[in-house]
């Protein structure tokens, strides 16, 4: 998709806002500052980001210079090359991220892809990135820690972990549970999890979440 001409600058980020959180001018925008601000152990320059996401080159520069501006991002370039990070000083920080957590976090790729294994009642996270969901400060996560409830395959399980680690960027960690095991166990690891953050996680194929 990559393009130096207008009309697919346009068709990039200036397409119509993302339906789960139509607050941004594309939906372009809202996914570059998902990627800058749930991923900022990866800083990637913007070149690579604009292949990553799909973007114009030339229009992700603009982009970014518009969210700098706003002061929700900062930059630093080392060479020719120029990295987006997250600007925690920014007042709107922690309300910013929780939103986009909420509208493009590792949720919105996990349900859709598990919605297409059979025998998956149940879904959620726990750990770290449930704590992030929720609300808890912290560093973040290196990895995501997943729990399927139900009877899948375990190898289509695997197989949609390790698709998921790709796409994500982060190892998925996942774990089965029968329902029985799930809701009638008293063993340590579930009581464990019942007792930490626990975040559902909706079994939509819908989409895939940007």
């Given at each position: 998709m990559y393009s130096s001409s207008t009309d697919d600058l346009q068709a990039s980020?200036?397409?119509?806002?993302?339906?789960?959180?139509?607050?941004?001018?594309?939906?372009?925008?809202?996914?570059?500052?998902?990627r800058i601000y749930l991923s900022p152990d990866r800083t990637a320059p913007l070149a690579e980001l604009a292949r990553e996401l799909g973007l114009d080159r030339g229009g992700i520069a603009r982009e970014a210079d518009r969210l700098e501006t706003a002061g929700l991002v900062a930059s630093e370039r080392i060479g020719r090359q120029r990295l987006l990070r997250p600007n925690r000083g920014s007042p709107y920080y922690e309300h910013l991220y929780g939103l986009l957590l909420a509208?493009?976090?590792?949720?919105?790729?996990?349900?859709?892809?598990?919605?297409?294994?059979?025998?998956?009642?149940?879904?959620?996270?726990?750990?770290?990135?449930?704590?992030?969901?929720?609300?808890?400060?912290?560093?973040?996560p290196v990895d995501i820690d997943l729990?399927?409830?139900?009877?899948?395959?375990?190898?289509?399980?695997?197989?949609?972990?390790?698709?998921?680690?790709?796409?994500l960027g982060r190892a998925v960690n996942a774990t089965i549970l029968t329902t029985e095991r799930w809701e009638t166990s008293s063993e340590g690891f579930v009581r464990e999890v019942r007792r930490g953050p626990l975040v559902d996680v909706p079994l939509d194929a819908g989409g895939d979440g940007g």
């Open positions: 980020l200036r397409t119509p806002a993302p339906p789960l959180l139509p607050i941004f001018r594309s939906e372009g925008q809202g996914r570059l500052l998902a509208a493009f976090g590792p949720a919105t790729h996990i349900g859709p892809a598990l919605a297409r294994i059979p025998g998956i009642e149940q879904a959620y996270l726990f750990g770290s990135w449930a704590a992030r969901y929720l609300g808890e400060p912290g560093g973040d729990l399927v409830v139900g009877n899948p395959e375990r190898a289509a399980v695997s197989d949609a972990a390790r698709a998921l680690t790709s796409t």
